[in-house]
């Protein structure tokens, strides 16, 4: 495609997605609702030529936050569909705190602050953007408020997640260990969606599914309760993607708070206290990586993802580890990515395109399926901030121009093989149109 064909293409995915103006649903398939952190991205994406549909997205996703303060991961406003879980299925209509629209009953990684503060910056200092921004900050500050209190396990203020569809990288391998130790019983009936429309290599594996449905099962059985989610679910755990997000939203949130001439001392303690207990909880310094932390087995997940990368994004690694951490970007048995290399070409490891979402060398690596090696538009968009941010510009370049590359020479799919590029799941997915858009004019 050209790029006059690509942005138009871009665009017209975006307005075929588009459900009564309301949300824009990630591919036309597969995924027939609104989703968080799909939505927050789309947004920025649309803002690029259609401001108001852009703010019309953020206003859909809010109308769904709940009463104590989540935005739930998924919205059904619409209905239920042929997509698995149903509104039914989640049962949260038995929750004291669930909205009138029916939703999931957990979020998702928190982009939406740092979204609606780069469509402010992109639109500039406009009057309806100053009144779009005291519209929606207090929906965000009260779902900061919730991830960091109704989440909090420990004290740290730091959000733990309570099923790996919070993570956004539902089948990543860092959560396999977690998942051995939760053993099902008494799993409700139910049947996967999610092959109908995409080939099942590319999906979780059938082991992986029925935990998640078992720990849905417990959260209907607790009401959604947050006390009680954090004694019973069997998995808990701290998250470095989620919490990384979470910070620089919370940083961004103080941007929102300035421009609506709101007090930010409870956000910036917030952040203070994730900066205070980020190290202990995820940095391994022997191995020079971030790694994810078990609340139930007290320890890390040692397991080699992308998402070590993403402390970067929030400015939470000193400039010793980010040096490190380039060592495991670049050696070719983990992820193979020097910005030396022309995009497209051969990697010394066999990898064309970044950034595979999981180390070569780990065991359970997959370059076609979900999160466990495949590339993915909107992991890359946030490692590139986050390379950038440090100064590492060659890498946000190189970053960005794989990312683009493979829109425009294979398609808007939902993730891509990063041996030669091909396609995988959902094609015609609002993800990389939007992000075309944004890395376009960055």
Known sequence: MTLSDTYHRAIAIL???????????????????????????VALGLAHFDLPRAMAEVRGLIAGQWHDGMIPHVIYHTGPSDYFPDPDFWQTNNSRHAPSVQTSGITQPPLLATMVRKIAELTGDTAEIKQFLSEVYPALWRWHHWMHTARDADGSGMCCLIHPWESGTDDSPRWLKAFERIHPTNVPPYQRKDTVHVNAIFRPTK????????????????????????????FLAQDVLFSSILQRADEDLIWIATKTSNTSDQIAAWMRQTRQYFDARHWDAERGLYFDYDMRAGCRLEVNTAMTFAPLYAGLASREQAERLLTHLHNPNEYDF??????GSLGAGGLRYGISTTARNEPEWQAQRYWRGPAWPILNWVLAQGFRRYGYESIYQKIKQDTLALIEKTGFYEYYDPRDGSGCGSIDFSWPAALWLIFKRE
């Open 338 to 343: 020097d910005p030396a290399t022309p995009t």
């Open 15 to 41: 307005r075929t997605n588009d459900v009564n103006g309301i949300f824009t649903k990630p591919g036309p398939r597969q995924y027939p609702h609104s989703w968080n952190w799909d939505s927050a991205t």
């Open 207 to 234: 082991h992986e599914y029925e935990r998640y449905v078992h720990l849905i099962d417990v959260f209907r059985r607790n009401n959604y309760e947050h006390d009680q989610l954090l004694t019973h679910s069997p």
